[in-house]
């Protein structure tokens, strides 16, 4: 079947100016019909257009979409795999919050218990997600995918009162890493041996397999990786390199 580009774009849900753009830009080039300038788009157009805003929907930059598409290693198949998995793993996220609102809702209205385990199963998926989207792909090149499904699952696990320990220990840090380079402490000092005993206490509520070795890369990473580097020093500068030198020393 062929399209017309007001055809496809009411098809797909898009304006006939951005298929026009992606035309330009060498990124959706559709055949033109004999003798004219209208563009025409077929089978393989349409299921280009399709990857496109699916890797649009991921976040992609455009020019990132079309050095993907483009590649002589593309695989269409693979590709929509790749696609399924990763709406699988949507649904299950939104289906989750929704439960769990939904058992808040019944909550409040004195029609449903929830349990503690209950309250925060969905915010813990959102925090997961989070921490997917932004130090995912790094995690697991240098861990492993095992070390960090593991990771996650015993977040997923966490009771409320883990929970809410984790989330006291993770501020005490945050503190103690402040007041520590107002102050100037040393990091190999005492003051950097607190925080660091802070931080293994920390990590140890979801690590699955704790080593002081995946503790010091880890630490390496605050200061070799900038979003890291940005959580910790997000107040104070220079608490990314003090976590990391307290850790390195004492660890």
């Known amino acids: 079947m062929t399209y017309t580009i007001k055809k496809l774009a009411a098809l797909a849900g898009i304006s006939t100016r951005t298929l026009r753009y992606y035309d330009e830009i060498q990124l959706l080039v559709p055949k033109r019909s004999e003798g004219s300038e209208y563009r ?24 990132a979409i079309k050095a993907i598409l483009d590649s002589g290693s593309f695989e269409q198949m693979e590709a929509l795999k790749s696609h399924l998995a990763e709406l699988q793993k949507k649904r299950k996220r939104i289906d989750l919050l929704i439960d769990n609102v939904t058992k808040t809702i019944r909550k409040e209205e004195g029609v449903q218990q929830m349990s503690d385990q209950e309250k925060f199963q ?10 997917e989207e932004t130090y995912g792909e790094e ?27 984790m989330e006291g ?16 402490a040393d990091p190999k000092g005492a003051k950097g041996k607190e925080v660091a005993e802070l931080h293994r206490e920390w990590l140890q509520i979801t690590m699955p397999k704790y080593t002081a070795e995946i503790h010091r890369g880890l630490a390496e990473m605050y200061v070799g990786d900038e979003r890291f580097t940005a959580y910790y020093d997000k107040e104070v500068t220079g608490c990314a390199q003090f976590l990391r030198d307290a850790v390195v020393e004492h660890i």
């Not at 699952?153 to 809410?164: D, F, I, P, T, V």
């Open 40 to 63: 025409i788009y077929e089978e393989a157009e349409v299921d280009r257009l399709q990857q496109i805003l699916f890797y649009r929907e991921m976040g992609f930059e455009l020019s």
């Open 122 to 131: 969905g915010f813990k998926e959102e925090m997961i997600r989070k921490n």
């Open 139 to 165: 995690l697991r090149t240098k861990y492993g995918e095992d070390t960090v499904a593991e990771s996650n699952a015993k977040m997923m696990n966490l009771s409320e009162g883990e929970y809410q320990r």
């Open 169 to 184: 220990i993770g501020e005490e840090i945050i503190k103690s890493l402040q007041d520590a380079v107002l102050t100037g």
